[in-house]
């Protein structure tokens, strides 16, 4: 991709990821291996330990992950 052609809207996108990046971060498998406790904790209003926090941040920058994090919470509260 030509850095030329990307627009503002892009390239703020990118600023953004790169500012959420930090030293350890975990790996799509890593995340949706928290994911449980992370969707039960956050519908809870549970304070998130150091784990469920990467999961937040890996979550912040994965759009895939993201996904399949809203959907278990969804059912999650469906079965509450």
Do not use: W, Y
Not at 37 to 49: I, N, V, Y
Not at 51 to 57: C, D, H, S
Not at 59 to 65: D, G, I, M, T
């Amino acid at each position: 991709m030509n850095p030329q052609s990307l627009t503002n809207e892009q390239v703020g996108s990118l600023v953004k990821m790169l500012d959420l990046t930090q030293e350890h971060e975990f790996t799509c498998g890593e995340c949706l291996m928290h994911a449980g406790e992370f969707a039960e904790s956050k519908l809870a209003g549970l304070p998130l330990d150091e784990a469920l926090t990467l999961v937040e941040q890996h979550l912040a920058l994965c759009p895939e992950c993201r996904e399949e994090c809203e959907a278990l919470m969804e059912i999650l509260k469906a079965q509450s």
